[in-house]
């Protein structure tokens, strides 16, 4: 009887342990089964980066369709080479797309925007691997308040 | 002369210890295939994990809402007490929960361990099992071993999640941050594998090293009521130094290289 007990008691431990481990995976993580199979990578060069950071994400008008991987430099002409790991489920972006990197809010932080381009005849379709060619690098705050000086100085004269 | 002396017998006398300690866990790890082991684990697991079963999840609702309290009335200043989810979470994941239920399983199980067991000496049940042929490491010592280091990851689970559910309680139901933010906010800065699951390899770390604490300062304590006192004591006190000095050299390796 008492046995019995115990091992009720300790049934309702691990019970407790799996609902506990329940919540953390589905409420509170974000669950990203994103394994290599269910992924292609595509690379695009920037200019300039700013805070972008690998496990950042990539969204198509606020919808996230994948992950940063890795960012590199490109040894032969030093730029930045970022790798998207885009979801299987949402291919068929044609080659004309393009991609931004962007802020979300004003203290947010960076994400790479991606815009898909028009697809009319001729125009293939994104692979695995593909490098895309229409990017635009992030917006630097000192290079903005430079300009903006540079600006009002030629203003003046 | 006697300095020399003194330091030296002090070097040899822990060094003879950690070996000993080591025998000691290589005894209790060898055990673990004996089936007839499994309802010992099982009773030990009622005693070290059910038992915390209170004070863990007790601690945790409280800790929790104290963080959503004292985060709130700080991001509330910069309008962002929409980021309450992911601090409570966060907090509690990657340190709290593991550091935490590791202080109080030390207190409240790395104790009893250690006086049970040190009783156990004093009154030569061990030897006396020796006598019969039974093994105390694999009678004793590996049942309560594995029943530590298969209870304290469960618990620490219990307690994050607990947490969680008490920062809502504050910070939604009471201080009126919105329910939807609290959770999406949460589930998109909250990884799995960065965050859970680092949380859970620290916990079995910090179940290994405060159960074994427990386990030998027991079995190698001085068998007077003296000595079981001692080794009590030093039980909860190197244990929680132990739990302590591990978290930071883990979260440095964990979270630290970026």
Redesign the interface.
């Known amino acids: 009887m008492n046995?019995y007990k115990?091992?009720v008691?300790?049934g309702?431990?691990?019970a407790?342990?799996i609902?506990?481990?329940l919540?953390?995976?589905l409420?509170?993580?974000?669950?990203?089964v994103a394994t290599d199979a269910d992924t292609y990578t595509l690379y695009a060069k920037f200019d300039n980066i700013g805070g972008l950071?690998p496990?950042s994400a990539v969204k198509v008008g606020g919808v996230t369709v994948g992950r940063v991987t890795t960012i590199a430099l490109d040894q032969e002409d030093f730029t930045p080479v970022v790798t998207l790991s885009i979801m299987k489920e949402y291919n068929g972006f044609p080659e004309t797309s393009s991609v931004s990197i962007l802020t979300s809010g004003l203290l947010g932080e960076q994400y790479v925007g991606f815009q898909p381009g028009f697809s009319f005849d001729g125009v293939a379709n994104l692979q695995d691997g593909d490098y895309l060619q229409d990017t635009k690098s992030a917006l630097v705050l000192e290079d903005l308040i430079g300009q903006f000086l540079f600006n009002r100085g030629s203003d003046d004269e | 002369m006697s300095f020399f002396q003194s330091l030296g017998a002090t070097t040899i006398g822990k060094i003879t210890a950690i070996g000993r300690a080591t025998i000691m866990l290589f005894g209790a790890l060898i055990a673990v295939p004996r089936v007839k082991n499994i309802p010992l684990t099982i009773k030990q697991m009622h005693v070290v994990g059910v038992q915390s079963l209170l004070i863990i999840i007790v601690s945790g609702l409280f800790i929790g809402m104290v963080m959503a309290l004292q985060g709130y009335t700080i991001l509330v200043d910069y309008g962002a007490e929409g980021s309450l989810g992911p601090m409570v979470a966060l907090s509690l994941l990657r340190e709290l929960g593991p550091v935490v239920t590791a202080l109080l399983f030390a207190g409240r199980a790395g104790s009893a361990l250690t006086a049970e067991i040190g009783l156990m000496k004093a009154t030569e049940q061990l030897s006396s099992l020796e006598m019969m042929a039974v093994d105390p490491l694999r009678r004793i010592v590996a049942p309560r071993f594995w029943a530590g280091i298969i209870s304290m990851p469960m618990l620490a689970i219990i307690f994050s999640a607990v947490g969680i559910l008490g920062g809502h309680l504050v910070g939604v139901d009471w201080l009126g941050v919105d329910a939807g933010s609290y959770w999406s906010i949460m589930q998109s800065t909250v990884d799995w594998n960065q965050d859970v699951i680092n949380g859970v390899i620290k916990s079995l770390v910090f179940a290994l090293v405060v159960t074994w604490i427990a386990i030998f300062k027991g079995y190698d304590s001085i068998p007077t009521s003296e000595g079981i006192s001692k080794a009590t004591t030093e039980t909860v006190v190197l244990s929680s130094l132990a739990v302590l000095g591990l978290d930071f050299v883990l979260t440095a390796l964990m979270f630290g290289i970026e």
């Open positions: 046995k115990t091992e008691m300790v309702i431990f691990v407790l342990t609902g506990a481990l919540l953390l995976s409420k509170v993580a974000n669950q990203t950071k496990r």
